[in-house]
Nanobody
Framework: AQLVESGGGLVQPGGSLRLSCVVS????????MSWVRQAPGKGLEWVSH????????TYADSVKGRFTISRDNAKNTVYLQMNSLKPEDTAVFYC?????????????WGQGTQVAVSS
């Protein structure tokens, strides 16, 4: 299984970015997906989660109202639309997948994409 994130970059405060996470090696529709970030010098912070069917979505308080998670199972891709970005959003963003198959739980991580918010 492989998760590949893209869409990061340098943006000014108040700007927007859309992150993508393309999965391969398993069917996206079988996995619950999350975005997790790590700011410089800090630990991992969970950002958002979307259930297998997309009917349950949750956000960290720090991004609620600014970020939107979505999934396109046909494209095997999960997105994170980030608006009104703040300097404190600067971090490496990771895509995470959790699925259950053949009676076992599996968890996968992408390599991360860097987001920098600065003027």
């Amino acid at each position: 299984a492989q998760l590949v994130e893209s869409g990061g970059g340098l943006v000014q405060p108040g700007g927007s970015l859309r992150l993508s996470c393309v999965v391969s090696g398993f069917t996206l529709s079988s996995a619950a997906m999350s975005w997790v970030r790590q700011a410089p010098g800090k630990g991992l912070e969970w950002v958002s989660h979307i259930s297998t069917g997309g009917d349950s979505i949750t956000y960290a308080d720090s991004v609620k109202g600014r970020f939107t998670i979505s999934r396109d199972n046909a494209k095997n891709t999960v997105y994170l639309q980030m608006n009104s970005l703040k300097p404190e959003d600067t971090a490496v963003f990771y895509c995470n997948a959790r699925r259950r198959a053949w009676g076992k739980d599996y968890e996968y991580w992408g390599q991360g994409t860097q987001v920098a918010v600065s003027s």
